[in-house]
């Protein structure tokens, strides 16, 4: 079992910045992949970035190359969301999961956080 706890969600203005944090508690952190997925309202969850239990390999969605970056501390239990230039369409909740391997869909990922809100004004 795996318990994960989002946090550093909140208001920022468009071409801000945020760092999502997301705490794992649980066994065998170090050997799950980890994922970052944001829900819109009215919108289907969407994957955002991914990095492998080793940190050797890391995704991000074409939406948030270049301006999002994903990275983990294995000795912390964490894995963390850098947002750079937000856009009021990055606004959504911010999901952290974990999976046996690296996933880019929701139904491969076996635990998630609760979500953390980031709302982009214009």
Known sequence: QVQLVESGGGLVQAGG???LSCAASGRSFSSYAMGWFRQA?????????????????????????GRFTISR????????LQMNSLKPGDTAVYYCAAA???R???EGYDY???GTQVTVSS
Do not use: C, H, M
């Not at 289907?44 to 948030?64: G, Q």
């Not at 501390?73 to 963390?80: E, G």
């Open 17 to 19: 910045s945020l760092r």
């Open 41 to 65: 309202p009215g919108k289907e969850r969407e994957f955002v970035a991914v990095i492998s239990s080793s940190t050797s390999s890391a995704y991000v969605a074409d939406s948030v190359k």
């Open 73 to 80: 501390d294995n000795a912390k239990n964490t894995v963390y």
């Open 100 to 102: 046996q391997a690296r």
């Open 104 to 106: 880019l869909y929701a």
């Open 112 to 114: 998630w956080g609760q």
